[in-house]
């Protein structure tokens, strides 16, 4: 797949002059990464799986604080997320595109991911287990399914929770601890459980 | 030993227990990593019983106002306590990992609530939610097990020796000897008392 195919929209930083430049604890931001003003992450393990080749690989708006949060992101992934985002150790393992609005809260130990990582066929699994296999180094995986992630403004997830590829979140969705979210959320509604129902509206 | 205010001498992490925590000597605690969110400053803000012990892992994630009570002989294998009012966990508890005991949300339902809480957090030096909304105790009674990945909502109190399915979400009171299990939570069986 084309790196550039998606846009790679940057969030407009902040025009306050006082405002502090945004920074991540533990140290400097890899280079296709920018953040905007006031915006802090925490966490040594941050970039620990961050292996993006794209030229725009995450972008974070101004005024987020990203506290322990993992951003696992594959070769093509693509991260965009907007301002006054509040997220404490959340896992964003992303191979293609997720995308975060802002004023949006994730709480502890969340999962988002916008794919499966394995083949679903399994003649195509084991061909997969062997291109992951030391004995292969190299060797080309087959095919994965990819699908964007899309989480609007406004968005509570609550810790535990765990939203898969392909997901589209509406704005001012409130998803309760613990949620399994595999289909759409429409806007303002709350959810809970695994699956994840509609239990009342926001 | 675990003294309130002192080091820990197996710690890995530099910090501190809280001093306004009262822990019996017998207790154990791994590292004072446990609470590096803790902000309690009410005159006991945590307190552990005789054998309890609190593995690493383990967050108390404590407001100003919070409470923590562990009983005696239990054990916290690395738990997330979110608690604004008050956290109550009896004897004989075991309580798994990645288990989150929270008794408030923290921040509003109303998303344009959630907006200004969230720009007054990005303006403080300490990035904290801390928007004093209706925080609702949570009371987890002796004998009581609760497997990993699980989470007890605001309000819930799980009765003496029941047990919590691993992944669970508890969001009503769960009665006393029963096992209960699913997301959200639903009664599975009773157990001989």
New interface residues.
């Given amino acids: 797949m084309n790196s550039e195919e998606y846009s790679d929209t940057i969030f407009p930083l902040s025009s306050e002059e006082s405002s502090k430049p945004g920074y991540w604890v533990g140290g400097e931001l890899p280079e296709n990464v920018r953040i905007g003003s006031?915006t802090?992450i925490t966490g040594e393990l941050a970039f620990k799986r961050f292996h993006s080749k794209r030229k725009s690989a995450l972008n974070i708006g101004t005024?987020?604080?990203m506290?322990g949060v993992h951003f696992a992101i594959g070769p093509d992934g693509h991260i965009e997320i907007g301002n006054?985002?509040?997220f404490t150790n959340a896992i964003l393992l992303c191979e293609l595109e997720i995308k975060i609005g802002s004023?949006v809260?994730i709480?502890?130990?969340t999962t988002i991911a916008d794919t499966d990582f394995h083949p679903i066929a399994p003649a195509e699994r084991i061909a997969d287990a062997i291109a992951c296999s030391p004995l292969n180094k190299n060797q080309p995986r087959p095919e994965i399914v990819r699908k964007k992630v899309i989480i609007e403004?406004?968005v509570?997830i609550?810790?535990?929770a765990t939203i898969l590829k392909g997901v589209h979140i509406g704005?001012?969705a409130?998803i309760?601890?613990?949620?399994?979210v595999v289909n759409d959320i429409p806007p303002?509604v709350?959810v809970?459980?695994?699956p994840a129902q509609i239990i009342g509206e926001? | 030993m675990v003294n309130p205010g002192g080091t820990l001498s197996w710690d890995w992490h530099p910090g501190t227990i809280p001093v306004n925590a009262v822990i019996d000597e017998t207790a154990y605690v791994e590292t004072t990593y446990s609470f590096v969110l803790y902000r309690s400053i009410v005159p006991v803000g945590v307190s552990i019983g005789k054998g309890t012990s609190v593995y690493k892992g383990t967050m108390f994630d404590v407001g100003n106002q919070g409470q923590v009570n562990l009983g005696n002989y239990t054990l916290l294998n690395g738990t997330?306590i979110?608690c604004d009012a008050e956290i109550k966990i009896g004897d004989y508890a075991l309580i798994s990992w990645?288990v989150?005991l929270?008794d408030t949300?923290r921040?509003s339902?109303?998303?344009a609530e959630?907006?200004q809480e969230?720009?007054r957090?990005?303006k403080r030096e300490l990035?904290r939610?801390d928007a004093n909304v209706q925080a609702r105790p949570i009371n987890i009674e002796s004998n009581v097990w609760i497997g990993f990945?699980?989470?007890v909502?605001p309000g819930v109190t799980i009765g003496e020796g029941s047990i919590v399915g691993a992944?669970?979400?508890v969001?009503t009171d769960v009665e006393p000897y029963t096992i209960v299990a699913?997301?959200?939570a639903r009664f599975i069986r009773r157990l001989d008392e």
């Fill in positions: 006031n802090i005024d987020s604080t506290e006054y985002c509040y004023y809260v709480g502890w130990n403004d406004d509570w609550g810790p535990n704005a001012g409130f309760e601890a613990g949620t399994l303002r709350r809970m459980g695994n926001v | 997330r979110v990645n989150v929270m949300y921040i339902f109303l998303p959630r907006r969230l720009e957090v990005s990035r939610i990945d699980a989470c909502l992944r669970s979400v969001t699913g997301n959200p």
